[in-house]
């Protein structure tokens, strides 16, 4: 019996069907949905009336320029408010380390302690600077107090010409961030001397320091 061969099955063709909509329409896809053009009998809001603000010009009236226009002021800037973080005055760790680091360069001002060892309180990028900040700061200190050298004195208590601190200042702008100033005393002379500490890793470091 001879073999009866049939057709391998075909497949049915691949059409493509539109999505049907799964979420619904946006507001502004609805038939008939659309912002009134009139008021629909509400009543205006009595909003005031805009006013112009006038800027005075300034005149110069030196030679040359007279009846020449100067540039107009700018408006006056709004004040911003200060970031939430900020502190009204430093915390007591602020103070204390400010405290710490102003005595420590006391003693390096008056001849106790070598100005090198002020690494151990300042950031390792800056430690260079405040160094030799400190170091220039002691000469010229040392020189413009009379009967006053670089050597160590005998005596803190009984030293004449020991500087001492007048006044200090601290503030804490933003959390973690201290800025110092102090008035420093010698001999019927003052001194200003700010600086700037940063807590870092838990520790808090001297990144700037200035004498005037």
Known sequence: MPG??????????????????LDPPFDDELPGLHWPTGLDGQL???????????VAVARTTGPGRAGQQGPA?????PVLPLPPESLVTASDEARQAARRFLSFCLEIFNGYRPAAQVR???????????????????RRLSTQRPGRTVSRPRDPATSENQLRVRRLRVCEPRTGVAEAAAVLAAEGRCWAMAFR????????????????
């Open 4 to 21: 009866v061969r049939t057709r391998p099955p075909t497949r049915p063709a691949v059409r493509l069907r539109a999505v049907p909509p």
């Open 44 to 54: 205006a809001l009595p909003l005031p009336a805009p006013t112009r603000v006038r």
């Open 73 to 77: 002021r700018p408006p006056h800037s």
């Open 120 to 138: 151990s309180l300042s950031a390792v990028a800056e430690a260079v600077a405040i160094t030799e900040q400190l170091v220039t700061a002691t």
């Open 197 to 212: 500490l940063e807590r870092q890793r838990g520790n808090w470091l001297a990144t700037v320091t200035r004498v005037l």
